[in-house]
């Protein structure tokens, strides 16, 4: 139990598009998910947190309006970059953190590699 | 969450146990010390984490001082499937929040 998917595994797009990353928990409710990316050789660095139903909370330095963040369901969040940019690729991770409040356990999806040209 | 220390990297051959030190001098009485890893190109996979209670599962073993200032994870019999890098944290436990990943100690087994 607890998987977390996340949907695509890797893009390439052009510069100046769209891109939409889902990510899902397939066999819990997660309230709250977490948006992590990843440049070569660095660590996972923290994007936002979103809460189902409420908006993103972003780290400093993210810009809100670049990374769209939607949690509408207890199984869904999905980011989108827009206006993507090759400064924007890197490797894109989310985790889910089960509902209940004594379970602080939080899964990680398998990443998304996006390649922007 | 409190600060943890870690060596950059480890070399450990196949078959043997790999021991992979954290410092976290500054750890609170209600923080946990959590073990994570990564595999290229994957998402982190938790491993297991303490309190202060020596603690084992399927994957691995975590040995924390009495002080609680450090721990050492250890994984008894290395394969080269567990080559990847390994972050330790330090967090109260049932938290909301995310998890704070430092650098790691990336680990590389050898045949």
């Known amino acids: 139990g607890a998987v977390v998917s996340q949907h695509p595994s890797w893009v390439i797009c052009k510069s100046g598009t769209s891109v939409k990353i889902e990510c899902r928990s397939l066999d819990f409710q997660a309230t709250t998910m977490f948006w992590y990316r990843q440049f070569p050789k660095q660590s996972l660095m923290l994007m936002a947190t979103s809460n189902e139903g409420s908006k993103a909370t972003y780290e400093q330095g993210v810009e809100k309006d670049k990374f769209l963040i939607n949690h509408a369901s207890l199984t869904l969040s999905t980011l989108t970059v827009t206006s993507a940019h090759p400064e924007d690729s890197s490797f894109y991770i989310c985790?889910?953190?089960?509902?209940?409040?004594?379970?602080?356990?939080?899964?990680f999806g398998p990443g998304t590699r996006l390649t922007v040209l | 969450d409190a600060k943890t220390t870690q060596p950059p990297s480890m070399d450990c051959a196949e078959g043997r146990a790999a021991n992979l030190p954290c410092n976290h001098s500054t750890i609170s009485g209600n923080e946990y010390v959590y073990w994570y890893r990564q595999i290229h190109s994957q998402g982190p996979q938790y491993i297991i984490h303490?309190?202060?209670n020596n603690e084992t599962n399927e994957m691995a073993s975590l040995i924390i001082t009495e002080d609680r200032k450090s721990s050492t994870l250890i994984l008894p019999h290395a394969t080269l499937r567990d080559t990847a890098v390994y972050y330790c944290?330090?967090?109260?436990?049932?938290?909301?929040?995310?998890?704070?990943f430092g650098k790691g100690t990336s680990l590389l087994v050898t045949p």
């Open positions: 303490g309190l202060k």
């Open positions: 944290i330090a967090r109260r436990g049932y938290s909301g929040y995310a998890l704070n």
């Open positions: 985790s889910a953190k089960r509902g209940t409040s004594a379970d602080n356990e939080q899964f």
